[in-house]
Nanobody, 114 residues
Framework: VQLQASGGGLVQAGGSLRISCAAS????????MGWYRQAPGKQRELVAT???????NYADSLKGRFTISRDNAKNTVYLQMNSLKAEDTAVYYC?????????WGQGTLVTVSS
């Protein structure tokens, strides 16, 4: 499984941004996809995940501002981020889980200017 994240960039506080993660390879084996983020000097943390059945899980602190979705026809997962804050600045990593392995994308940098 290969994961290609895109859509990161610089946005002002209060703005919105949508990032994407396209999966390729053995996509039939993927059970769950999601996003994690890592801010400078901090550990990687969960943002949101979505299963093949559409069950969604969010980090409690991000509920209401972030929305994860998927387009099965495009094998792509999206993360819509609204009301962005400076503390949302991080590298956002796409993640995919199969029965036996998990995979990480290369990350896309989101910078929120205050």
């Amino acid at each position: 499984v290969q994961l290609q994240a895109s859509g990161g960039g610089l946005v002002q506080a209060g703005g919105s941004l949508r990032i994407s993660c396209a999966a390729s390879g053995s996509i039939f084996s993927i059970n769950r996809m999601g996003w994690y983020r890592q801010a400078p000097g901090k550990q990687r943390e969960l943002v949101a995940t979505i299963t093949n059945g559409g069950w969604i899980n969010y980090a409690d602190s991000l509920k209401g501002r972030f929305t994860i979705s998927r387009d099965n026809a495009k094998n792509t997962v999206y993360l819509q981020m609204n009301s962005l804050k400076a503390e949302d600045t991080a590298v956002y990593y796409c993640h995919a889980v199969t029965t036996f392995y998990d995979y990480w994308g290369q990350g896309t940098l989101v910078t929120v200017s205050s």
